[in-house]
């Protein structure tokens, strides 16, 4: 008979699953005693991160701590408790004029996996990760203790938190900005590339504008290795907006969500599939570039329109893979990394590539730097080890660096482990790993 509060649990990859004590609570005094009757705790959002970070001996989930504190609609200021959604933030915020500074691919991310992680997305390069826009947070630590943290009170702790991965204690509320908007819609602009000398020029020329983001054909060779759509856009202002989106410019008509019913047999996903949705979706669009006005969910969320789609990998699950490479060895690495998945034949549907910024020196535990990111999603099967560890052996050589949020599989010399984090009390499965391997 199992433990009361034990049972299987995974991210949204469904690689790996354990059985863990997992416990949900509201009231900050109950979440003191988990953290002081346990030796090992790790926090965890929602889940939708891709890797272990969040698995543990103890997991405690935030899910419970999901209320908002306060709204500041004057100054764009908003505080809540961790466990909120970043789609909470967007359904109160949208439709007062406001939008997140930085948000990753999925809406479904909690404030306190947001912080944690030190998410980005397509606007690193202009506007950097989340933590630019943290002003404070409250974080329980190893001694049930609950401390106020910033940049001016327990700086420290601020900064060791932010992208910390959980490891420095419990993040029980957060307090943000946001940015002002005219509308909930993206003015886009998407142009093909034949190959990768095309796309990073075209990166290149796009660093003016807010967002960027290419998806990138993983399978090609030869002189079209680098295939890909570069998506750039602005937020849209009200003047500029077709007629029928001026009535009511901050609010979105409800759409349909698909479900995927059931995890996919595993024979669906292979090589040939892949290559045959890579080649659609190069094709769907028949001019080199197109502009055209998308709601903000289209543009930032595409994968979220379908619910449960981590189901099409089947039950085994999968893995993203998602590295770094230096600008200036960018092209040459991404070359490397390409040639390296096209002739392994582990193909992926889903591989994105984006432009970094300058880091923040303050925020070192953060996965950003300036460079070019790849990343990737990969089919959990008999064949994937040996692929990563290739993947691995050449960002190393590049000085790359790997993400920790989406990491389950790559040796512990790449992963960029956590500097100054000390706490014996918080301790995910992803923290041993790193350890054991070390």
């Not at 007062?96 to 948000?103: A, H, K, P, W």
């Not at 900064?159 to 419990?170: E, K, Q």
């Not at 619910?307 to 991404?334: A, H, T």
Request: hydrophobic share 35%.
């Amino acid at each position: 008979m199992k433990p009361d509060f034990v049972q299987k649990v995974t991210n949204w990859g469904n690689f790996p699953i354990v059985e863990k004590e997992m416990r949900s609570e509201d009231s900050f005094q109950k979440i003191k005693e988990f953290v002081l009757t346990h030796n090992e705790v790790i926090a965890r959002g929602n889940g939708r991160c891709y890797g272990d970070a969040s698995l543990g001996e103890h997991i405690f989930s935030t899910k419970k701590l999901n209320k908002f504190i306060s709204f500041d609609r004057l100054n764009g200021v908003i505080e809540c408790e961790s466990g909120v959604l970043l789609s909470d933030v967007l359904e109160i915020a949208v439709p007062q004029g406001y939008f997140l500074f930085v948000t990753p691919g999925t809406k479904f991310v909690s404030v306190g996996g947001a912080i944690a992680s030190d998410v980005h997305g397509k606007n690193h390069h202009s506007e950097g990760c989340f933590s630019e826009y943290v002003i404070e947070f409250k974080l329980m630590i190893e001694t049930g203790d609950i401390i106020t943290c910033s940049r001016e009170e327990n700086p420290g702790k601020f900064w060791s938190t932010i992208g910390g991965m959980g490891l420095t204690g419990i993040i029980l509320t957060a307090k943000f900005r946001l940015k002002n908007i005219q509308t909930a819609y993206i003015r886009q602009e998407s142009i093909k590339a034949e190959n990768l000398d095309e796309i990073f020029k075209l990166f290149e020329e796009s660093e003016s504008w807010t967002y960027n983001v290419a998806w990138i054909d993983c399978l090609q060779k030869g002189k079209n290795i680098g295939r890909s759509i570069l998506m750039r856009g602005e937020h849209a202002f009200q003047h500029e907006l077709p007629q029928k989106f001026r009535d009511q410019p901050l609010r979105l008509k409800k759409k349909f969500e698909p479900k995927v019913p059931f995890y996919f047999p595993g024979f669906v996903l292979n090589a040939f599939t892949v290559k045959i949705f890579n080649y659609f979706y190069f094709k769907k669009q028949s001019k080199k570039e197109v502009t055209d006005f998308i709601d903000y969910e289209t543009f930032f969320y595409p994968l979220d329109f379908v619910r449960d789609w981590n189901r099409i990998y089947g039950k085994s699950g999968f893995i993203q893979y998602q590295m770094m490479i230096p600008k200036e060895k960018g092209k040459e690495g991404m070359r490397k990394i390409l040639e390296t998945i096209a002739n392994s034949g582990n193909g992926s549907f889903l591989a994105v590539l984006k432009l970094y910024g300058k880091e923040n020196p303050h925020a070192y535990n953060s996965f950003p730097f300036e460079g070019y990111s790849l990343a990737l999603d990969f089919k959990v099967n008999s064949k994937l080890r040996k692929l990563i560890d290739r993947l691995d052996d050449i960002v190393e050589e590049y000085h790359g660096k790997i993400y920790l949020t989406k990491d389950s599989m790559s040796r512990s010399s790449l992963t960029n482990y956590l500097q100054n984090v000390q706490s014996s009390k918080f301790v995910s499965l992803q923290h041993k790993r790193i350890i054991n391997n070390s």
